[in-house]
């Protein structure tokens, strides 16, 4: 069963405009949650992450939410460029050195 | 910097033939794993290490097998290819014990099995 859920599979965003990626989850061991950027051909790189302590962490353009009652977070990019097109995973840990991952949401930033 | 390296961006092998792919970190790193990424299934995880000659299986090890000799390395075996085994394959490694399980990937190896 999938434990973390990323709907709506595309999102088309003008240049300059906010990206909001959202990820729901089912596990309430979860304590840990990241997301991941990917471009074609190349492997997954790290973007952010926070920790179920908090309910928000900020770096640069990219800030992450979380709602730990309703088992969601959201990635909000802006001012979303035209190199943010790729395709982002939302992953979460219960500390046990693995990690669970959504099955991507693709962004299209229109210049 | 955490650098994780996979010996092949492409490669194309034959149904029934032998692959190896290997996968290389220079961190220093206890956890290494195994994913295959598909269009519309995400990253699913076929094998992991935790630690040299260790090995567990992820979800979908079905058709495939291990080996961890060296810590740094961490090597996917496909017995006998088959075409259902064409995909995108990613290597990452991460830190025993930390704080968030952040795991750091490779560049991928694409593999079409004909």
């Known amino acids: 069963d999938q434990q973390v859920k990323q709907n709506s599979p595309s999102l088309s965003v003008q240049e300059g405009r906010i990206s909001i990626l959202n990820c729901d989850y089912t596990?309430?061991?979860?304590?840990?949650f990241l997301w991941y950027k990917k471009y074609p051909a190349e492997g997954p790189t790290f973007l952010i992450s926070i920790s179920s302590i908090k309910d928000k962490n900020e770096d640069g353009r990219f800030t992450v939410f979380l709602n730990k009652s309703a088992k969601h977070l959201s990635l909000h990019i802006v001012p979303s460029q035209p190199g943010d097109s790729a395709v982002y995973f939302c992953a979460a840990s219960a500390r046990n050195n693995r990690l669970a991952f959504g099955k991507g949401n693709q962004v299209v930033v229109i210049p | 910097d955490v650098k994780v390296t996979q010996s092949s961006r492409y490669l194309v092998k034959r149904t029934g033939e032998k692959v190896f792919l290997e996968c290389v970190q220079d961190m220093d790193h206890e956890n290494m794993f195994w994913y295959r990424q598909d269009p519309g299934l995400g990253l699913r995880l076929i094998y992991f290490?935790?630690?040299?000659?260790?090995?567990e299986k992820g979800d979908i090890p079905e058709g495939y097998s291990v080996s961890r000799e060296k810590k740094e390395r961490f090597s996917l075996i496909l017995e006998s290819a088959s075409t259902n085994q064409t995909s995108m394959y990613l290597c990452?490694?991460?830190?025993?014990?930390?704080?968030?399980?952040?795991?750091?990937f490779g560049p991928g190896t694409r593999l079409t099995v004909l």
């Open positions: 596990n309430s061991m979860f304590d840990y």
């Open positions: 990452a490694s991460s830190l025993r014990g930390t704080r968030s399980d952040t795991q750091y």
């Open positions: 290490s935790y630690d040299v000659k260790m090995k």
